[in-house]
């Protein structure tokens, strides 16, 4: 066929040829698809406008609200004109302008000046209340890690400190367990580490594919399983920081922002808020830790745990702020175990004394030193500590929980009785507003129980505001007021007046009338007294809280669990060693005298304290028992505690811990131990005032319901220095029912004697008295000793000569 041809055939079908070529360029077109869209993307914009967007938005106003703004606009525009505003308003904004340069350049002053200059900028700016919170945004994002320190160590205001990075996002468990696995396997080879991980924390799942933060329209639902880990590593985390270096590691490996997201998760539960702040107080004792709190945000965070309500976190935080700030003149460090309870805060002059409260078995800062509570008290055997662990309820006395237990009762049976009045008027609010409302801020879904239970300051009650015209009234009212309720000739005798006291003892067990403030209708109540009542009769003084674990039997000894390492520290002995050491690190009895005051096995500990300072040569160590002028044992088995001497029965289903063993009824090692001490009271202690309370009613056991006598006249008593029984209990004797009681007020005598004696002038027979002799009286004991063994080992030297 030729050409001709051809093209008559195709001639005859247009229509198939038209679609054979509009398919050929269709195929193209689909093939050469990618290239065209790479091609165009460089000159047209992919980018549309959503079409609410692209619509005008108008903005309507009613006529009378228009015209009044016009009006007011118009009246402000005649009032400048006039000539006063022209007058007032640059002088305004000149005050306006220095009051904020003020602000700024006493912060380059609290920055660049001497250390002299930057306490005085530091208090200047404390002071301020003027300045708006730009202002103090734009302050606290030019602040250094010092000043922030100093601000915080001085209670300024929250607004000084930069928020929590990512405040409104909440890390995933899941990967936040898995960051801290990492972070902990970093500290390997460790044994703790090893236990921890075989016991407790195995390695987590991969956590590829999960979103890392839940923002704040999303809620999350944090498992039983999980909360119990976090809380278990919080603890762990608490036992291995006590170590410097471990600290160190892992502030360096930021695991201070891991913190913070814990902080974050359990933000409504105080106690472990309580043990976590403990870990931060650990980590606070490495030197170069001061920029990384401050970089990781919780600067602020602490010093809004110092203005919080919480007994506990108030204390914590006051610690660790006070070792951070290394611009204090009259800083003092805190270790473990050691707490400042007064002061808090930076203080222009050094203590005048030193204060140590040391409590008892199974007791605790915020437990053993209560107010009494005006119901009897009973003893749990199975109780736990809870200032220390993260598990416990926050009591072992079963009369403190039984006033705590009533208060809640009252709340919930208020809260059935609002529940109908709350579901009606739920009602009534719209779904749209409650899901609004639901999804405003990110929100942790957790059990009740992880709501901790706030120990709270004491509120003092304050006098009503009379509000009387007549000027001669209010004068009238007010002197009625004030009046006493007993003149002077009245003699009120203290609740507490001891049933026996020994001979030539001190102390006054009444007041005079006019002096005497009833208390017994009064609502106040502190969880604490030595911080809320002392600093008011002795504001120079600073008082120190010793806190540490301890248990009745084995089974409740939960301190041991993280590491086999912590079984050895239950002996007394070691346990007064550790403590002792770290209270000499703290700077306790610097040239300034030192009392004691020590509950049940708190006394003991005291006792071989005060034994090794005497023989150590570390001069820190030395003055605390050289500085000693005051010691106060209350219900201290001296000759041990009859209920330490288990029947062999009873060994095997109560397993007592090594504390009780070790106090066990004229232990020898006991014995030998208060033989030493009165010996040292006699020669190098003779200046110490020595306070002694018995008990004289027998405490309630809550596991047997039966009355018990935990530690005996006889066994508390001490040839030295006065002597009283009570009528109260083995838990009383450390929770006086307020503060005109015969027991505080025994307790203010002995402080106020210990600084008088320490003010006085050293005798002249005293300042002559030579060291050497000291020394000549250890080498003597020394030698007592060697001969006392050379004695010992004679028969069995004679008996292998003879064989």
């Not at 195709?10 to 398919?23: E, H, Q, S």
Request: charged fraction near 25%.
């Amino acid at each position: 066929m030729s050409l001709e041809e051809l093209k008559a055939t195709i001639r005859r079908f247009p229509k198939l040829l038209g679609g054979i070529g509009i398919l050929t360029t269709a195929g193209i077109i689909l093939y050469e698809t990618p290239q065209i869209r790479k091609y165009l993307a460089q000159y047209v914009d992919k980018k549309q406008q959503e079409p609410d967007k692209r619509r005008t938005e108008y903005i309507y106003i009613k006529y009378h609200i228009y015209r009044e703004s016009m009006r007011k606009l118009q009246q402000k525009q005649e009032d400048e004109k006039k000539w006063i505003s022209v007058i007032i308003n640059p002088i305004g904004k000149w005050w306006k302008a220095a009051k904020h340069s003020v602000a700024w350049r006493l912060l380059n002053i609290a920055q660049t000046g001497s250390q002299a200059e930057r306490l005085k900028a530091v208090q200047q700016l404390v002071c301020m209340d003027h300045l708006k919170d730009w202002d103090f945004r734009h302050l606290a994002q030019i602040c250094d890690a010092r000043t922030c320190v100093s601000l915080a160590r001085c209670g300024a205001d929250v607004r000084w400190f930069m928020p929590v990075p990512r405040r409104r996002c909440i890390k995933n468990p899941k990967m936040l367990l898995s960051e801290l696995h990492v972070m902990l396997a970093r500290l390997r080879p460790s044994s703790c580490v090893d236990h921890f991980f075989s016991k407790y924390f195995p390695e987590q799942h991969d956590t590829e594919g999960i979103h890392e933060f839940f923002t704040p329209e999303q809620s999350i639902t944090l498992s039983t399983q999980d909360t119990d880990l976090l809380k278990e590593i919080i603890s762990f985390l608490h036992h291995i920081t006590k170590d410097p270096k471990v600290s160190a590691q892992i502030i360096h490996d930021g695991g201070l922002m891991h913190l913070m997201e814990l902080r974050k998760i359990f933000n409504d539960d105080n106690e472990t808020l309580a043990t976590l702040c403990k870990v931060l107080a650990n980590m606070s004792m490495v030197p170069d830790a001061v920029e990384h709190f401050f970089v990781s945000g919780w600067v602020g965070t602490l010093a809004e745990w110092q203005q919080c309500a919480d007994l506990r976190l108030q204390v914590i935080s006051a610690k660790t702020m006070a070792n951070l700030d290394h611009d204090d003149p009259n800083q003092f460090t805190y270790p473990p175990n050691v707490y400042p309870l007064h002061p808090r805060v930076r203080t222009r002059r050094k203590p005048t004394a030193d204060i140590v409260f040391v409590h008892g078995l199974l007791g605790g800062v915020f437990i053993t030193w209560r107010q009494r509570d005006r119901k009897p008290t009973e003893l749990g055997l199975y109780g736990k500590n809870a200032f220390y662990t993260s598990e416990t309820d926050d009591v072992f006395l079963v009369g403190e929980q039984k006033r705590i237990n009533g208060n809640r009762q009252k709340q919930q049976h208020q809260q059935q009785q609002q529940q109908p009045q709350q579901q009606t008027k739920q009602q009534l609010v719209p779904t749209q507003i409650q899901s609004n409302g639901e999804a405003a801020k990110a929100t942790v879904a957790k059990p009740e129980s992880l709501k901790g239970q706030v120990l709270k300051t004491s509120k003092k009650v304050q006098e009503k505001h009379l509000n009387i015209s007549d000027a001669a009234t209010k004068e009238f009212v007010e002197t009625l007021r004030n009046e006493a309720e007993l003149d002077s000739d009245w003699e009120v005798v203290h609740p507490d007046i001891p049933v026996y006291a020994s001979e030539n003892c001190r102390g006054m067990f009444s007041v005079s009338g006019n002096e005497w403030n009833n208390q017994d209708a009064s609502e106040e109540y502190t969880n604490c007294w030595p911080m809320e009542w002392l600093p008011d009769d002795y504001p120079d003084a600073r008082i120190i809280g010793i806190d540490y674990t301890s248990a009745v039997t084995e089974w409740s000894a939960n301190f041991t669990k993280y590491c086999p390492c912590e079984k050895g520290q239950g002996h007394i002995d070691v346990r007064a060693g550790s403590l002792l050491e770290r209270i000499a690190a703290s700077d306790v009895g610097n040239e300034r005298p030192v009392v004691w005051i020590g509950h049940s096995m708190g006394g003991l500990l005291t006792k071989i304290m005060l034994l090794k300072s005497l023989d150590s040569t570390e001069p820190n160590v030395q003055q605390i028992a050289k500085n000693t002028r005051g010691i106060v044992f209350l219900g201290t088995p001296h000759r041990g505690s009859s209920i330490a001497k288990w029947k062999q029965h009873m060994q095997v289903i109560l397993s007592p811990s090594i504390e009780v063993k070790e106090m066990e009824e004229n232990s020898p090692k006991l014995l030998d131990m208060h033989r030493r001490f009165m010996g040292s009271l006699h020669t190098r202690l003779r200046h110490v005032n020595v306070l002694s309370v018995a008990e004289g009613s027998p405490t309630m056991l809550t596991s047997f319901k039966f009355p018990l006598r935990i530690v005996t006249e006889e066994s508390s008593r001490i040839d030295f220095g006065d002597f009283y029984l009570l009528k109260d209990d083995h838990l009383s004797l450390s929770k006086p029912i307020y503060r005109q009681s015969f027991l505080y007020q025994r307790l203010l005598h002995v402080i106020k004697d210990a600084i008088k004696q320490s003010n006085e002038p050293k005798d002249a027979d005293e300042q002559a008295t030579p060291q050497t002799d000291l020394s000549t009286l250890n080498i003597v004991g020394t030698i007592f000793k060697g001969t006392k063994g050379l004695f010992e080992m004679l028969p069995r030297v004679a008996l292998r000569f003879t064989t």
